[in-house]
């Protein structure tokens, strides 16, 4: 498989994490359910996190701005509460934005595989790497929820499908790399701070399925780490 000029690659990771925070708030489409006036347990955080004027009190621009990005990443219900599962979301934006360009600061994933494909459950961040050096990455991922945990520990990427479909949950699997049964990296079009999260596999924006299908191969190392928030 082809190899990737370092640069744009990490170039393009970055803009993955950076670009959710940009685009939060979008217009709210107009079936949305109707605005609370409740002010959340969460409001000062949220609304610092939306660039609202941070007062503590639920106003009507609040709540659509609230609502928007509840909207855009699947979060229900979206009435512009400022609750637990959205300042959950917020924050994991915050810890993901912060890891920067080097996302094996810890040193837990393996530096001695050569070319590796590495899983942080607990930031829900990917990122491939060969020896020490960053190769693709750090990108969001939407690892598996509470009784469908994504498992942990060192694996290989078994079979690769570009077409694949779920013979489980008959939904298309696009760009699938499986490497625990049936987990596997592939694409999905959902929001990757959709919660509750994944059956189990890996899954991906499309630009980043394409770029792990690119850099990755059969027999290649994968390393699954941590514990995803909420499992």
């Not at 990443?73 to 609750?83: C, E, M, R, T, W």
């Not at 994504?150 to 790399?177: C, E, F």
Request: net charge positive.
């Amino acid at each position: 498989m082809g190899d990737v000029r370092r640069r744009g690659a990490v170039a393009l990771g970055l803009t993955a994490l950076v670009t959710p925070l940009t685009l939060a708030l979008g217009a709210t489409p107009a079936a949305a359910a109707s605005c609370t006036t409740q002010t959340g347990p969460y409001q000062k955080q949220v609304e610092k996190f939306l660039g609202r004027p941070v007062d503590g009190k639920q106003s009507a621009a609040d709540c659509k701005a609230i609502q928007a990005f509840q909207t855009k990443h699947g979060i229900s219900p979206n009435v512009g509460y400022a609750g637990s599962v959205t300042w959950g979301v917020m924050d994991l934006m915050l810890k993901q934005k912060a890891v920067g360009s080097n996302p094996n600061k810890d040193g837990k994933c393996p530096v001695n595989k050569g070319r590796i494909a590495c899983v942080n459950l607990t930031l829900q961040l990917s990122w491939i790497q060969d020896g020490k050096k960053l190769v693709y990455g750090p990108v969001p991922v939407r690892t598996g929820r509470d009784g469908n945990e994504t498992r942990t520990g060192l694996k290989k990427i078994y079979w690769r499908n570009i077409d694949h479909v779920s013979s489980i949950y008959d939904v298309p699997m696009p760009y699938a790399q499986f490497f625990d049964g049936g987990q596997a990296f592939h694409q999905a079009n959902v929001s990757m701070w959709n919660p509750p999260g994944s059956r189990g596999c890996v899954n991906m924006t499309k630009t980043d399925a394409k770029k792990y299908w690119s850099l990755l191969k059969k027999g290649d190392d994968v390393f699954v780490y941590g514990r995803k928030p909420g499992t």
